[in-house]
């Protein structure tokens, strides 16, 4: 369990001024490879299992549990069946683990008002999976004004999203909704070939695509900003 703050920490949840925030996605079982740095918020956006088991779900908390940050927010991906078949057990470990899991909801941590999902559009049957259109605008139509992180597996149409054969495979209808209410940064993942920070014309939202594990194997370093 998270360990209670020191005399001189503000306590869990309150304000800070600047939050050190440190992003990950897509470190699909590599996550022992890689070095956190202590900050005061963990994300995580998806894809942490290879083949979505029990066992490598369980793995993978336990690690997260493990690392300097004051606050753990994560994101299931579509690869990670588990989180998809057995909601209240994936809940349940993460409450246990102090890791805030979140699907299609908010949370406000540090002063910080984060909105997480794990849907994609759809792709080989793989979990969290919604048809492009009506299907899965339903589900960003959910996402509220006035974010300060919005964290989603997958990209928004046009921005980070660029796959190995040139094509733009984002969600169309996620790129919308960020337009008309625009975070002031959104992390994902999913597309690891295109990580990197990217910026819109006429949007304030810094994009962050912090895909870990590399297209050609190996692995990328933690990705690590302020808010």
């Not at 908010?106 to 008002?113: P, S």
């Not at 009506?134 to 004004?145: E, F, G």
């Not at 964290?151 to 169309?172: S, Y």
Request: some cysteine; charged content about 25%.
């Amino acid at each position: 369990m998270p360990r209670p703050p020191g005399p001189s920490e503000p306590a869990r949840g309150s304000a800070l001024d600047a939050v050190t925030v440190v992003a990950l996605s897509d470190t699909h079982m590599r996550h022992r490879e890689l070095v956190v740095p202590p900050c005061e918020l963990l994300v995580h956006a998806g894809d942490f299992s290879r083949r979505g088991t029990s066992a490598e779900t369980r793995e993978f908390i336990a690690w997260m549990a493990s690392q300097p940050a004051r606050e753990k927010v994560l994101v299931a991906g579509n690869h990670d069946r588990f989180a998809e078949l057995e909601p209240e057990r994936l809940r349940e470990l993460t409450v246990r683990s102090g890791i805030r899991y979140l699907f299609d909801e908010e949370v406000t941590l540090l002063g910080l008002r984060i909105w997480g999902s794990p849907v994609t559009p759809a792709f080989r049957s793989m979990a969290f999976n919604r048809e492009r259109g009506a299907a899965i605008r339903r589900h960003w139509d959910a996402i509220p004004a006035g974010l300060d992180l919005l964290v989603t597996h997958g990209p928004p149409q046009g921005i980070g999203d660029r796959a190995f054969f040139g094509a733009h495979v984002g969600c169309e209808a996620l790129m919308d909704a960020v337009r008309q209410r625009p975070p002031r940064a959104h992390v994902f993942g999913h597309i690891h070939e295109a990580a990197g920070e990217y910026r819109d014309a006429g949007l304030p939202t810094r994009f962050l695509n912090v895909a870990i594990a590399r297209w050609l194997g190996g692995t990328r370093p933690a990705v690590t900003f302020t808010l």
